[in-house]
């Protein structure tokens, strides 16, 4: 029998499921969390994939993985706009929500990833805990920015709970 490829449990409210919110503009950040997904489920977690996301389908015991470019003068990309909104005027606690960002944007402009930095600031005050360390992958230097979202994530996978 194969060992499982998860780390310890670190926290006993999450669970080995994955939402993924994808904020994209002209595509490039669904084919990063694509990616993500894949490699996530081929490690046996249980994903979802969330292109137009609602806060009431995700489940706050589940780990939320924001994958997203910026948009304009560092705005979110339209498709999550909603859902921010949404989130602002929300009268809830996400203290047993963990987050991971894998922000995408180009160097540049003087608002790097600032679009995505907007979601993770307001998934914090609503009390939900960053995951792991975020990434800011650069266009500029990293002209298909699924390779170093992969190499991210691989570095954390194994803390994701079985």
Do not use: R
Not at 18 to 32: C, D
Not at 74 to 79: R, S
């Amino acid at each position: 029998m194969e060992a499982n490829p998860f780390g310890n449990l670190l926290n006993n409210s999450m669970t080995n499921k994955v939402e993924i919110i994808v904020g994209t503009t002209l595509g490039g950040a669904e084919y990063v969390a694509d990616e993500l997904s894949a490699l996530l489920e081929q490690h046996g977690a249980n994903v979802t994939l969330h292109l137009d996301p609602d806060l009431s389908e995700l489940a706050p015991e589940a780990l939320w993985l924001v994958v997203s470019s910026t948009h304009g003068a560092g705005d979110l990309p339209d498709n999550l706009l909603a859902f921010y909104q949404q989130l602002q005027q929300a009268d809830i606690d996400l203290s047993t929500t963990h987050y991971a960002l894998c922000a995408i944007g180009d160097s540049s402009y003087d608002t790097f990833c600032q679009g995505p930095e907007k979601l993770a600031t307001l998934l914090s005050e609503k009390g939900a805990k960053l995951f792991t360390d975020k990434v800011q992958i650069d266009v500029q230097y990293d002209p298909v920015p699924e390779d170093p979202a992969i190499q991210w994530l691989e570095s954390w996978i194994e803390k994701i709970p079985a």
